[in-house]
């Protein structure tokens, strides 16, 4: 079926074919605007496990956008010391 879709996907000769299922979690910990999470400050849900990718780029960008948000709050808590 799924060759009617992907064409060359199935070969006559495999002796077995795995498919990919499901990409990312099925959950999502929601944060807000600054990356935090909205119930839990200082918490910063990122990548696959926290819904916010599915695959390696989407993950490490995610990665990137978290550390630059956690360097940011650093800054904050320091100028306010
Ligand atoms: C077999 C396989 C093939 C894949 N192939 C591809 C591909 O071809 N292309 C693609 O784009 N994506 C692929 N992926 C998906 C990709 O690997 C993930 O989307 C990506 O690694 C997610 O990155 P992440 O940093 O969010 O999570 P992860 O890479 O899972 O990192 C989570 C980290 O947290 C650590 N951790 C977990 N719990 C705790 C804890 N309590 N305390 C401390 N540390 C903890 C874990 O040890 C781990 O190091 C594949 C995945 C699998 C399993």
Redesign the pocket.
Known sequence: MFNRKVKGFALADALLTGVETRTSAPICIKRDKEYQSVNTQGLFP????AGY?????S?AID?IKIAEAMALSMNKAQESI
């Open positions: 990122a990548g696959e496990g990718a599915g695959g390696i780029m993950a990665g």
